[in-house]
């Protein structure tokens, strides 16, 4: 049996995250969202040190089992000395979302809209007036969701400062926008649950769907 280097995780946890999110990718590769080996998943397993399963780098995102994910640290590195997987590529923005918003799942696809939509509005897309709209958090009417796009890098540390200059916050007026395109890449979303993350990633692909397809028939 693999020793983790944090005791306070079991074996039976990464388990149980590795089915879930195993689970979760079967679904979003029949989106057509993870084709190939594009994207990647993860779920905080531990807050103090901060602690992930993620999904291991360069598999079939299809076919997962719940044995292929790494547990990684609060940098994206591998916290398991004895499994000589290498985690996600993208850990570290993984981590880093965690970190800055709390998040417990956070989801990463290739949704061919998300691109598109980071390429048509590389400032933020906005979208304001959908009802869809409120499956993020956000009153359906009188108010402009902003979606923050990001430049594509392969380095997370790059990706990570990127990041913090466009998150925004929750106040207790306004909600956060738990999703960001990162250009010519993909998308990430998360949340407090394996299904708020789900819910906000496929809410946030429609609305992008949307947006790219609105401007396509009204041109
Ligand atoms: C077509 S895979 C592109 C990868 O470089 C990356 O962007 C990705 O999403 C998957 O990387 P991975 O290291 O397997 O988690
Ligand atoms: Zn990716």
Same mark, same amino acid.
């Given at each position: 049996m693999t020793t983790l280097t944090? !005791?306070?995780?079991s074996e039976l946890q990464l388990r149980e995250a590795g089915a879930a999110l195993a689970f979760e990718a079967a679904r979003f590769a029949g989106n057509g969202w993870m084709r190939g080996t594009a994207g990647n998943l993860s779920l905080v397993l531990d807050r103090d040190p901060l602690r992930l399963a993620v999904t291991a780098s360069g598999l079939d995102k299809s076919e997962l089992t719940e044995r292929d994910v790494v547990l990684v640290d609060a940098d994206g590195k591998?916290?398991?000395?004895?499994?000589p997987r290498r985690p996600s590529a993208e850990s570290g923005l993984h981590a880093h979302i965690a970190a800055r918003t709390g998040a417990q799942a956070i989801f990463h696809v290739h949704a061919l809209d998300a691109v598109i939509a980071g390429q048509l509005w590389p400032e933020g897309v906005e979208i304001r007036d959908l009802e869809m709209l409120k499956g993020i958090? =956000? !009153?359906? =009417?009188?108010t402009t969701v902003r979606i923050p796009v990001i430049a594509n890098d392969q380095d997370m540390t790059v990706e990570a400062a990127r990041f913090d200059a466009v998150y925004v916050e929750a106040t207790p007026e306004v909600p956060e926008v738990p999703a960001i395109i990162v250009a010519g890449h993909g998308m990430y979303a998360w949340g407090a649950t394996v299904e708020a993350a789900r819910h906000h990633l496929e809410i946030t692909e429609w609305l992008l769907r949307y947006e790219v397809g609105i401007r396509a028939a009204t041109r």
């Open positions: 944090t !005791p306070r995780i591998s916290a398991d000395v004895e499994d958090g =956000h !009153p359906a =009417h009188d």
